[in-house]
């Protein structure tokens, strides 16, 4: 039998994983940014003594 050089093998399945995993990455920023934009501006509101108002749609907010 010929010896196989799996190097290669490996090098594509970690490529596959990575790829797998910043699209999933990619996917939760882009479901939960707007939430978590909102949830960062009323912390910093409250930081600097003003008042958070939501916006019409999620990541919208603003402090007044």
Same mark, same amino acid.
């Given at each position: 039998?010929? /010896?196989? /050089? /799996?190097?290669?093998?490996?090098?594509?399945?970690? *490529? &596959?994983?990575? *790829? &797998?995993? $910043? #699209?999933? $990455?990619?996917? &939760? !920023?882009? *479901?939960? #940014? #707007?939430? &978590?934009?909102?949830?960062? !501006?009323?912390?910093? @509101?409250?930081?600097?003594?003003?008042?958070?108002?939501?916006? $019409?749609?999620? #990541?919208?907010?603003? @402090?007044?």
């Amino acid at each position: 039998m010929k /010896n196989i /050089n /799996n190097k290669g093998q490996a090098l594509v399945e970690y *490529v &596959l994983i990575i *790829v &797998l995993v $910043a #699209g999933i $990455a990619v996917y &939760l !920023t882009t *479901v939960f #940014g #707007g939430r &978590l934009r909102d949830k960062i !501006t009323e912390a910093s @509101c409250s930081l600097v003594g003003e008042t958070y108002t939501p916006g $019409a749609k999620s #990541g919208e907010g603003y @402090c007044e």
